[in-house]
């Protein structure tokens, strides 16, 4: 039996998926989900210390080549996203530390302070859940949000303020005109 060669195909978020010895398949996977086949599958559902690095790269295919291959060992880049990941905190540091330099060093490629998670003790915590596939190959879920800082929803998060306001008024809590942690800290 002859093997399907791969599509050439090269949507956006699409992967190549083997669906057994002799068929191959593409498969379009939503925005938030990217596929980890790389040499430490393992290692990322073994790790125990995470850190999320929101770069500034408008071009994912330009943030790949920042980071090479060899950074697949200790990392996952999903978007404009890297996953770095380890089982403890002194090699994850210097991986961290490799990370930033790569960024440094291939186009001064910058960071999005205020987004990013360090030190994570859990995936989940860095804002990404994981499924191991079969194969070996993992699943990996980007929880965050990407739209909270669109101006439509500016409004709706003012009213979702008030009726917090509303609720602990309701419940008894003290809000003086704003809400009770918004007043202690004045």
Do not use: W
Not at 22 to 42: F, H, W
Not at 60 to 88: M, W
């Amino acid at each position: 039996m002859a093997t399907q060669k791969p599509s050439s195909s090269k949507a956006s978020h699409a992967e190549q998926l083997t669906d057994g010895p002799t068929t191959e398949r593409e498969v379009s996977l939503p925005p938030n989900v990217s596929i980890y086949a790389g040499p430490s599958s393992a290692g990322l559902l073994r790790a125990s210390v995470f850190t999320r690095l929101v770069t500034t790269v408008q071009d994912p295919a330009k943030l790949a080549a920042a980071l090479g291959s060899d950074c697949a060992t200790f990392c996952h880049q999903h978007q404009n996203v890297v996953l770095i990941f380890d089982e403890h905190l002194d090699p994850h540091h210097e991986h961290f530390r490799q990370v930033c330099l790569r960024l440094k060093d291939n186009g001064d490629l910058g960071l999005d302070y205020g987004r990013c998670i360090f030190d994570a003790g859990s995936s989940l915590q860095a804002g990404f859940q994981m499924d191991k596939l079969q194969g070996g190959a993992i699943m990996v879920v980007d929880l965050q949000d990407h739209d909270d800082d669109d101006s439509e929803n500016d409004s709706e998060d003012d009213s979702d303020a008030e009726d917090d306001a509303s609720l602990l008024a309701a419940l008894g809590e003290p809000v003086g005109g704003a809400v009770a942690s918004e007043s202690s800290q004045a």
